[in-house]
């Protein structure tokens, strides 16, 4: 960010002449100064912070103050340490999400949405996007119901019936890039699925346990049977539910799986390496190279981790091939880079419910530029 570029934006700002993005760039410049790290904010302090750095830099840009001697030197310095994109909290103070998606613009790249492909055991397959609500299939003892919010649910027809099902059936559920999808299974356990992604289950549950196989992110709340654990088995590790809600980051673009746990407790398996996480612990195992040391990380942000499920791309400290790598699975395009590409670090929020022109306008601010060709993005200095 180049010194007159940084005063022009304050003298906006003063002005009352500013876009949303660059009142956030900003106020997001003081936030950073207020706290050593923006990982240890509430979403509720960073609300407030942010009316309190309205106040601050309406009070401090008066003209005879000459603000911008004064605040040049800090806001350098953070600008050249770390841009926080912080457009998803000026939104939050400003206008929803429905708002947002009314703004979207005709003729662009749209966020993805709830999609899926439903795998019977006798492979057909169904599109869970197009198929109408109500009962879309029957497995043994279990009807399949689409509900009226999109989400497919497994329920046993009786108790009885479902006491006699001995063979095990498999139903597999996949998202493609551009896709989410939320699904109960028999036993009650939810599952969110994120973008290019996929669960993998037996239909019903019998037997001494409950596994099933899952590929790129899924979110876990399992309904707890001491009798018949639930395991879920991704990228050669075995995760043992012991009553709790998780989450699971598996794409193999990523350099490693995560597993975070958010209530209750899990056991994580590679080989013959196991770790126990509590709340609020990850583990991390490579997924190239020695991958049979399972890492555990304490106080994991798990507002970060969640940001998927509620509506948003949340980043910390993270770097332009992980943002595209995101943006790449929701808005199903891929990624080119082109020339040097500037070492910049990312934090902040967006929506995902906004188009791809929004997205990349927002990231722009940090002097990376962005070409669309069709569905391909190619990033350039």
């Not at 082109?338 to 419910?353: A, L, M, V």
Request: charged share 20%; glycine share 6%.
């Amino acid at each position: 960010m180049k010194k007159n570029k940084a005063r022009s934006l304050l003298e906006k700002y003063a002005a009352g002449q500013c876009t949303p993005e660059e009142i956030a760039i900003v106020e997001s410049w003081y936030i950073q100064q207020k706290h050593d790290e923006v990982n240890d904010l509430m979403e509720k302090e960073r609300l407030a912070d942010m009316q309190e750095v309205r106040n601050l830099l309406i009070s401090e840009t008066k003209p005879e103050q000459k603000p911008v001697r004064r605040l040049w030197p800090r806001i350098a310095a953070a600008a050249s340490i770390l841009l926080f994109l912080s457009v998803g909290i000026y939104y939050l103070l400003h206008e929803s999400p429905q708002q947002l998606a009314a703004q979207n613009q005709k003729n662009d790249i749209t966020p993805g949405s709830n999609k899926a492909i439903l795998t019977l055991a006798n492979g057909k397959q169904i599109s869970l996007t197009d198929v109408k609500n109500g009962n879309i299939a029957q497995q043994g003892a279990i009807n399949i119901k689409k509900t009226a919010n999109g989400q497919v649910v497994y329920n046993a027809n009786t108790t009885s019936s479902l006491d006699k099902v001995v063979q095990v059936t498999y139903n597999t559920i996949t998202t493609p890039r551009g896709g989410q999808y939320h699904l109960t299974l028999a036993d009650g356990t939810n599952v969110w699925l994120n973008a290019a992604s996929s669960i993998k289950y037996p239909v019903p549950f019998n037997g001494k346990e409950r596994r099933v196989e899952v590929t790129g992110e899924a979110y876990f709340e399992v309904v707890h049977n001491a009798a018949m654990p639930f395991n879920v088995t991704v990228n050669g590790q075995i995760i043992e539910d012991i009553g709790t809600h998780f989450n699971i980051n598996a794409y193999n673009d990523e350099p490693a799986t995560k597993t975070t746990l958010l209530e209750g407790a899990v056991k994580v398996s590679k080989g013959k390496v196991s770790a126990i996480l509590k709340p609020g612990q990850q583990s991390v195992v490579m997924n190239k190279g020695d991958n049979s040391f399972v890492n555990v990380s304490n106080n994991v942000n798990t507002d970060l981790v969640m940001a998927w499920k509620n509506g948003k791309f949340s980043f910390y400290n993270s770097d332009i091939q992980t943002v595209m790598r995101q943006l790449g699975r929701w808005y199903d395009v891929d990624v080119e880079y082109e020339g040097k590409i500037p070492s910049t670090i990312f934090s902040g929020e967006i929506y995902r419910n906004v188009n791809l022109s929004k997205a990349l306008e927002i990231l722009r601010f940090t002097n990376i530029n962005f070409r669309v060709e069709g569905r391909k993005i190619v990033v350039t200095p």
